[in-house]
């Protein structure tokens, strides 16, 4: 085996079915074939969104679909408010920024999450918000955010709820309608297990007519065309779309579904409790909270005597197996294990034994099984789940 295993928070290996998907042959972008492809993917996507609405892919990263909701959704000089605890959330104000939206920025520390009595706060001191931005999942620091308390919130006030779950959809509980989001994106290559380049984005009823009260922001990523052009018979894109990696996408959402999402989220959180308990267990610390830590990728405090390469880089060449850095400040002060996707046990089991290795080839832990051992704890609650 001489292939890398990526636990990495995306892009995340993808299931031989999905990668044969994307061999088919291409075929008219605006013929009935495709239409039909289309239409059965944005459903797909919507049943994982878990809303009633539409939902529309976008030929993009993650990040185009954070800027098609902003831009669509905000005009010219009105205010947003960008909720930032990382660099996802930094991203929103950027964004919001370079359309000419006036971001009131909500920080909260890296490493742990906003409260919805502070989103509350926030609201009642500008009426002037016309929409807020959440990361349901800061992949920069493993911070999981209560966006369904904060829903609760957002049911009471008239500023859209947008909300990134580019990192937590398909692994982390996310359920648009109940949690009265407004507006949901997320992106193919972290926990739907899809190759990376594509982006998927719904609104509700109140996002579109926010939307059409917006002038023109954007014109790749214009909402009313992607809405226009859904609706067509066959339905279509505005612009070519990337046809291979839609039949990607509709062969990972149909293994998620084979799966079930209810169990993959269980996977997810399985994955993220037992990394937890074998980090400890090596004699590390975690770095947020364990309260509010993430479902789908386990941040890490770089132990005392240890750099980022003899970690990182001792776990790649020697082991095969990939760990994310820290991102800005917390380049070299953290690392990350991504647990997303189709990550099951023995995929675990491989990245804790090679953690537990190079920590003991640097003199860090005494017993270099002591992860694993720790993760054994968690091996029936997986057998029950592994359908993957
Ligand atoms: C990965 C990610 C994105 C999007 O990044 P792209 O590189 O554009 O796909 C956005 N938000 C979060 C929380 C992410 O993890």
């Keep these: 085996m001489n292939e890398i295993l990526l636990m990495l928070p995306g892009p995340t290996t993808a299931d031989p079915r999905v990668l044969q998907a994307m061999s088919k042959a291409v075929v008219n972008h ?32 993650g990040t185009s679909a954070m800027e098609a909701a902003v831009s669509n959704l905000v005009n010219r000089g009105d205010k947003i408010l960008n909720v930032v605890g990382g660099k996802f959330g ?8 370079m359309h000419g939206i006036e971001s009131v920025q909500l920080d909260v520390e890296w490493g742990t999450a906003v409260t919805p009595d502070l989103v509350e706060e926030a609201l009642e001191k500008d009426e002037d918000i016309k ?30 709820f947008i909300v990134d779950t580019v990192s937590s959809l398909g692994g982390d509980y996310v359920d648009v309608d109940k949690y009265h989001i407004d507006a949901c994106v997320t992106g193919s290559q972290k926990c739907l297990a899809a190759p990376p380049g594509l982006a998927a984005i719904t609104f509700n009823d ?49 293994v998620l579904h084979e799966e079930g999402l209810e169990n993959r989220i269980e996977r997810h959180h399985t994955a993220a ?34 750099n980022d390469d003899q ?75 592994e359908k993957v």
């Design 206 to 254: 109140d996002a579109w007519a926010a939307c059409e009260k917006v002038e023109d922001n954007n014109y790749y990523l214009n909402m009313p065309k992607y809405r226009a052009n859904g609706n067509k018979d066959p339905a279509q894109t505005p612009y070519t779309p990337s046809v291979s990696l839609i039949y990607a996408l509709k062969a990972a959402l149909e």
């Design 30 to 61: 605006r013929g009935d074939e495709f239409g039909e492809i289309y239409t059965e993917t944005t459903k797909l996507m919507s049943k994982t969104f878990q809303t009633k609405n539409d939902s529309y892919i976008l030929t993009g990263s």
């Design 273 to 306: 409790a037992a990394s937890r308990d074998a980090v400890k267990a090596l004699g590390l610390e975690l770095f947020p909270d364990e309260a509010v830590s993430s479902a789908t990728v386990t941040a890490v405090k770089m132990p005392e005597g240890a």
């Design 311 to 385: 970690i990182r880089g001792t776990m790649l060449n020697k082991y095969k197996v990939q760990l994310a850095g820290g991102q800005d400040h917390l380049k070299g002060n953290i690392f990350r294990i991504g647990h997303m996707g189709v990550i099951n046990y023995q995929e675990l089991a491989i990245t804790f034994t090679a953690l537990g290795l190079t920590l003991k080839g640097l003199g860090l832990v005494e017993d270099a099984g002591a992860g694993v051992a720790a993760l054994a704890n968690h091996y029936i609650k997986f057998k029950l789940l």
């Design 131 to 160: 929409a807020i931005t959440m990361v349901h999942n800061e992949t920069s620091t493993g911070v999981a955010a209560p966006i369904k308390e904060v829903g609760e919130v957002m049911k009471n006030h008239d500023a859209l």
């Design 90 to 97: 930094e991203r929103f104000a950027d964004i919001s920024k």
